[in-house]
C-alpha cells in the first residue's frame, strides 16, 4: 500500500509526518452491505479505497435515504473523519456497496498531523470543497430537477458504474439511493417502458434507449 | 477595523502573515439588494461582516431561488472566495440584505497566507464545514421535511433576526428564501391563518401563536 497514492501533496510532508500518516494507517476489508460509519457520533477516521465501491448517504427519522455520493477505487472520504473538525456535524452514513478493501487513518492521528502541516491542511480542504460542491449538486437537483430527469441520470451513472445496460438493482433501493419512497420509481419506470426507454424484467431493468434517456437526463 | 476578531487563530500568524492579511484587506459599503457575489465564475474573495446582513443564496435556470444561509456581524463567507480551491464549483450568490460594511480579503492574498499556515489553513476548513453542514441540514429539511414545518421555522427565524413578530415580508421573497413558487407560501399561509398562528395583512405576516408555529416547525 502507498498513501502517497492518495496525497498528491505527499512529498511537501515531512519523512516524520509521512511516518505518522503510515503508521496510524489500518487495512480493513468490508463485505458488501457492510456499515462502515454511521452518522456524526461516530468517528471512524479518513477512509481510502483500495479496491470495491461505498455509499454515502443520509437517512431520515422516518428510515427514507438518499444518496449523497460513492466512493470508487483511489477515493478519500472525509465526512467519516468530521469530528476532528470543529462546526461539522454531518449525520452521514457510509456503507459498502460492493466487496472493498480499506485504508483507514483515525481521526486523531490525521488532526495532529493537518495541523503542524499546511500542505497537508489545504489538501483536506480542497477534499471538502469537492464533496461540499457534490452535495450542492445534487441540491440543486432535488430542488429544480424532476423526478424523471433524475431518475434517468441514475440508471445512466448506474450503467457507467456496472458496466452493463441490464440493471440487477431492485425500486426499493433505487429509491433509497434517491431519496425517494418505492411506488414513484415503479410508476416513473413503468412510465419509461411505455417510452421505450428500459424494459423492466424481474428484478432487473434493460435500458433499451440510451440516447433517450440522455436526452431526458440533459446530458 | 481589528481583523483578528474574525480569526480566532491570528495570534498563531506570523507578523508578516497578519500584516500581509491586513494590507490586502478593503473595506466596501454595500447597499441593501447589492448582489456583491455572484456563482463560481466570480471570484471576489473572503466577505467579513462589519455590520447589515448577507444571503447566500442559489438559483435555478429558471430564476428560482433558495436561501443557504445567512450571514450576520462578525460572519465570514467562505464561498465567496471558492476560486482559490480546486475541486470547489460552487453556484452561490451573495447579496447585501441590509445596507452592510465589509471587509474583503482578496482570495488570492488569502490563499498564499493560507498555504504556509496550517493554523489559517485548518480554520478555513472549520469555516467550510460549518457552511457544509448548514447545506446538509437545508437539504434534509428540503427532501424529509413538510412545506408546513419548514414555513414555520422560516417565519420565526425571520422574527428572530428582525426582532419583531411583525414581518414585513412577501409571500414572493417568502417563496425565494425557501425555493418555492410565491403561490405555494400564499395557499400554506392562508391555511396557517385558518388555524389561528398568522394574521395576514397588506405587505405584513403578523405571527399570532408562536407556540403553535414552534411546536409546527418541531423546536
Redesign the interface.
Known sequence: MELSCYFPVWDQLTQDQQAQLTGAAVCRKAKKDTLLHSGSADCLGLLMVESGQLRAY?L???G?E?TIYRLLERDICLLSA?CM????????AVEAEKDSSLWIIPSEAYRQV??????L??Y??????????D??????Q???KGMDQRLAAFLLEEAALEGTDTLRITHEKTGSHM?TAREVVTRMLRYFQSEGLVSLKRGRIELTDLPGLQALAGQ
Not at 85 to 92: P, Q, Y
Not at 114 to 119: K, V
Not at 124 to 133: P, V
Open positions: 443520509i431520515s427519522d422516518e427514507r438518499i468530521s473538525m470543529k462546526g461539522a456535524r454531518f449525520d452521514v493537518a495541523a503542524r502541516s499546511a500542505p491542511a489545504n483536506t480542504n480542497e477534499l471538502m470543497a469537492g464533496r461540499f460542491s452535495v450542492m449538486w445534487l441540491m440543486e432535488v430542488l429544480w431519496g
